[in-house]
T-cell receptor, first 115, second 114 residues
Framework: AQSVTQLGSHVSVSEGALVLLRCNYS??????LFWYVQYPNQGLQLLLK??????LVKGINGFEAEFKKSETSFHLTKPSAHMSDAAEYFC?????????????FGQGTILTVHP | DSGVTQTPKHLITATGQRVTLRCSPR?????VYWYQQSLDQGLQFLIQ???????AKGNILERFSAQQFPDLHSELNLSSLELGDSALYFC?????????????FGPGTRLTVL
């Protein structure tokens, strides 16, 4: 069975500071990995995904993530936080060994950005 | 706007009742997924359909059922509702239903059971 752990349910940064949201996964087969963002009262929007091509993945809004197999991690970073980045972020995994697209999500990290 | 539509946006009902949530996928997407988001359980996968056929099932309760119609829209039926069924229900769609597909999420239906 797959699982995702997001370290830190709340992260607070100052505007302009580095954003680092942590995600570790557990999977018996090489996974596909995703980061989604959820703004208040909205659905989820894909930020980026890893599907076994380049290990450093660039996404929308200046976010990127690096797949590290040895650490079973897929941490999300952004060099400089903006007030508009305040939202909840979800790391998710799907099983590359099946034809099912179901996503297993982490518990989410709420990002707060202070002026 | 993801292109996925869900109706209704809000639903308030009583325990023991039955409700139907509706989802229309993005144009061209053949696969539909249903997820439940609650404070205690987080985001949980319920069920996946591909071109009208059930493809994968998660921890979906027996009181819940779903289907995907020939025009590819999907409905999630929740019956004998309990207080604990109060949650945000998301529908998502993807082109082929494969695990490397991006899933496009609708705005959700917020169900409140009183």
């Amino acid at each position: 069975a797959q699982s995702v752990t997001q370290l830190g349910s709340h992260v607070s940064v100052s505007e302009g500071a580095l954003v680092l949201l942590r995600c570790n996964y557990s999977s018996s087969v090489p996974p596909y990995l995703f980061w989604y963002v959820q703004y208040p009262n909205q659905g989820l929007q894909l930020l980026l995904k890893y599907t076994s091509a380049a290990t450093l993945v660039k996404g929308i809004n200046g976010f990127e993530a690096e797949f590290k197999k040895s650490e079973t991690s897929f941490h999300l970073t952004k060099p400089s936080a903006h007030m508009s980045d305040a939202a909840e972020y979800f790391c998710a995994v799907s099983d590359s060994g099946t034809s099912y697209g179901k996503l297993t999500f982490g518990q989410g990290t709420i990002l707060t950005v202070h002026p | 706007d993801s292109g996925v539509t869900q109706t209704p946006k809000h639903l308030i009902t009583a325990t023991g009742q039955r409700v139907t949530l509706r989802c229309s996928p993005r144009s061209g997407d053949l696969s539909v997924y249903w997820y439940q988001q609650s404070l205690d359980q987080g985001l949980q996968f319920l069920i996946q359909y591909y071109n009208g056929e059930e493809r994968a099932k998660g921890n979906i309760l027996e009181r819940f059922s779903a289907q995907q119609f020939p025009d590819l829209h999907s409905e999630l039926n929740l019956s004998s509702l309990e207080l604990g069924d109060s949650a945000l229900y998301f529908c998502a769609s993807s082109p082929t239903g494969q695990p490397n597909n991006e899933q496009f999420f609708g705005p959700g239906t917020r169900l409140t059971v009183l």
